[in-house]
């Protein structure tokens, strides 16, 4: 009998054991105890949604998905800083896609390629053709991952508009008239009266992009492959000709009619003025469109959409001086007028830093392919806090998806027909993409245009400042180097 209850017993203890071998490995997950550090922008746009997500993501993969948030002018220094003095206390990066560059040549970043191609789950090729390749791509390799899509477009009170027999801004000129034409005005029924343009001008934030868009349709007119930023010969900045100064001039003029305190105004702040139905017109990326149909917004049913205004008089390159337009100098133009849609920023997107743990790069790129899908990204973009706006072709072609989140089928179609529109556009402007462009454009070219709106200096002074500091990094970097990558970004 001994012998029988020590069997007995040996057995229970046996089973014991394998019960609590197996026990753990049928419900353990993934990515259990790996956490992974994500930089990015501290702000509900972005960091919140990537935030929101992080519990969903660590039920089914058991990783913790720690979203570190810091200024807009703070994310390419720590970002630089981090990975070259060797630190990588950040794993993985949401960025202004631009800036990869920088962080490719030193071989900070992953190659995605290998794990775009086998993810089924992303259906990469439902990702707009841009935001595959500018956003996404450098040299013939997948760097990133689009969780946006970015492009500045101009925002009018189409309730306004319509009543007064005004059609949207084709022209700056144009839009500066309508601007003046309901300054003043008190639009949103509270006694106070009202701003005919907000626009986003303080620096170190994001508003640089903005002169870039006004001088956008003066100098561009032969297609993508122009460029705006640099001649394709010589590297000559083309910053200090007639184009930039009536951009300089519409650019302070907008300010007639704006918030008195509109140069020290964030994006957020001038969103938070166009939903509280406080402002005629603005310029934007795309969250005004869905931010306009949120809870307590005054705009609802009231928001139109347009492609960038262009002009009618463009830079003869040989001369310096603003000409006419005609067919052979603006072969893209509608009746008249030279439009080239910038594609400011180009969408924040994810990137891996190779330096990281081999678990710690599963997660990450697991998380931010998880934030692509289209079960979470088509919630994502249609909802305003996010500051996630459409990048996937089925997000443009499923109205369902954005009437069901509040439009109505007429404000979608129009909004998503205005992305579509910059998107398509021959003549679509491609933000600079080559070595220390964080410098020529956040550095430099912010720093002086904010100096001439906050009348420190003219826009003679403003734009030799801009020529001086470009040709300094220039020559800095070797002009030679900086022209072959500039001309490659072209598609040269």
Known sequence: MRNINNLLSRSIALIIGTVFFIVPSVYSKKY???TVNIL???????KGPMVKRAPDFKKLTGANINVIGVPFSDIYPKMESDFATGTNSVDAAVFAPQWMVDFIEPGYFEDLTPRVKSDSALEWD?????????????GGKIYTIPLDGDFHMIYYRSDLLNAAGISPPKTWEEYIYIASRFHGQDMNGDGKP?????????????AYWMILSIVGGHLQTKGTGEGIFFDTKTMKPL?????????????????KYAPPNEINLDVGDTRGLWTSGRC????????????????????????GTSILPGSRLVLDRNSGKLVSCNQARCPYAINGVNHAPFAAFGGWSGAVNVSADSKVKDAAYDFFSYMAQANQSNKDVTVGITGMNPYRISQFENINNWTSAGFSKASAENYLGAI??????????????????QRYQQVVLDTEVHRFISGEITKEEAMQRIEDGWEEITEEMGRDTQLSAYRKTLGY
């Open 239 to 255: 910053v200090n000709n007639a184009a930039f100064s009536r951009a300089f001039d519409i650019y302070k003029e907008t300010t």
């Open 194 to 206: 009202d701003y005919g343009s907000c626009i986003s001008k303080k620096r170190n934030a994001q």
């Open 126 to 138: 439902d990702v707009g053709y841009f935001f595959r390749s500018f956003s996404s791509t450098y």
């Open 32 to 34: 259990d105890g790996v």
């Open 420 to 437: 579509k529109a910059s998107l398509d556009s021959p003549n679509m402007i491609l933000d600079l993409r080559i070595p220390k462009n």
């Open 40 to 46: 990015t922008m501290e702000a509900p746009q972005i």
């Open 280 to 303: 005629a017109l603005t310029m934007d990326w795309g969250d005004i469109g869905t931010l306009s149909i949120e809870k307590g917004s005054k705009v609802k049913g009231k928001t």
